[in-house]
């Protein structure tokens, strides 16, 4: 399955299949610090919990992230070439 963005402003068509092969590890994490496998211009990202709480926003720093938050599992919004992807993060 391919995923493609509409932009009607630009009358274009973006193919962003490469948006799915983010990794997030180690997920689950003891710590809270996760990593992104992949090597990308990811400018920042938003962490929410299972009810949709937002309660984190920040900037990613080698690619690399931490949660300050108890265990269980969160959302985590990756602002990635104008486009947000979201992946499933688990702390225990």
Do not use: M, R
């Amino acid at each position: 399955i391919e995923l493609y963005v509409y932009d009607p402003t630009t009358l274009n068509i973006e193919n962003i299949e490469k948006n799915k092969n983010i990794s997030i590890y180690p997920n689950p994490s003891k710590s809270g610090v996760f990593n992104i496998s992949e090597n990308l211009e990811i400018a920042n990202f938003e962490v929410f919990d299972v009810v949709g709480k937002k309660l984190k926003s920040d900037i990613i720093s080698n690619n690399q992230f931490k949660i300050d938050a108890p265990n269980g599992v969160y959302f985590v919004k990756f602002l990635i070439e104008d486009n947000w992807i979201t992946k499933k993060v688990i702390i225990n």
